[in-house]
């Protein structure tokens, strides 16, 4: 019976391509269901041989660990560099964005304050 591996919501392209080519480089089988029109499902990447499962979970753990390190490091440097993304240099790039995100906030927390102030008065 095929079983999950790896739920494709918030995976970035590169890391389920990596992934397609781990699974491939071991020959283990697999097959990927696509998103949903309605967001419902994000797809995922299934292993179909239950003798492969162990396999498959062990390869992902190591290649996740890989992942993770280079990712942590990337980041460093690019803190490091002074290139990392931060808050203001978003500000800076996208004012818009983030006054229109701020006043969305607003907005929805004045939404979630409305029944108790018209409960009180």
Do not use: C
């Not at 440097?77 to 964005?97: D, I, M, N, S």
Request: charged share 25%; net charge negative.
């Amino acid at each position: 019976m095929s079983k999950l591996l790896l739920n494709l919501r918030h995976v970035p392209d590169d890391e389920a391509d990596d992934v397609r080519a781990m699974l491939d480089a071991h020959r283990i089988a697999f097959y990927e269901t696509p998103p949903s029109l309605w967001g419902i499902s994000a797809g995922g990447i299934f292993v179909t041989e239950d003798d492969d499962i162990a396999q498959a979970k062990r390869l992902m753990a190591d290649y996740q660990q890989e992942r993770q390190a280079r990712v942590r490091a990337e980041h460093a440097a690019a803190v490091r560099a002074g290139t990392a993304q931060t808050f203001w240099t978003v500000l800076r790039t996208e004012p818009v964005r983030v006054v229109l995100t701020v006043l969305a906030i607003l907005f929805l927390l004045g939404l979630v304050a409305l029944p108790v102030l018209l409960l009180r008065g």
